[in-house]
């Protein structure tokens, strides 16, 4: 089970640790980095990209989820028209009807 640090400003990303603003270093099996593109790049070492990839956000309605946990389900293949998905209604109940859930699906833009 991992730790999230929260309110904690990162300085630096390696591939097996953080180090936070105040000097405390976080070590991690894995590290995922979800800021806006200019600060993935400082923190990398990379070059911002130069076009964003466009994507649709499509909603659906189900009997039940197909998931139980409150997590955001990723393609780390990268095969298949799904790009990640998650289940609103999982987080606050008052997204859907009594008795249904909310399911959000994003795929690339064509």
Same mark, same amino acid.
């Given at each position: ?28 099996? !894995?590290?995922? $980095?979800?800021? %806006? @593109?200019? @600060?993935?790049? &400082? ?12 994507? &649709? ?5 189900? %009997?039940?989820?197909?998931?139980? &946990? ?8 990268? &095969? ?6 998650? $289940?609103?209604? +999982? ?8 008795? +249904? !859930? ?6 690339? !833009? $064509?």
């Amino acid at each position: 089970m991992g730790a999230a640090h929260t309110r904690a400003r990162v300085s630096r990303v390696t591939a097996d640790s953080i180090q936070l603003d105040d000097g405390r270093q976080v070590h991690a099996g !894995s590290i995922v $980095v979800a800021c %806006e @593109a200019p @600060a993935a790049a &400082e923190l990398l070492g990379d070059t911002m990209p130069t076009a964003g990839k466009r994507v &649709e956000c499509l909603y659906f309605a189900a %009997e039940r989820p197909p998931i139980q &946990e409150l997590i955001l389900v990723l393609n780390g293949d990268g &095969e298949g028209p799904v790009n990640n998905l998650c $289940v609103p209604s +999982q987080v606050v109940s008052s997204y859907a009807p009594a008795g +249904q !859930s909310v399911l959000s699906v994003t795929v690339p !833009s $064509v």
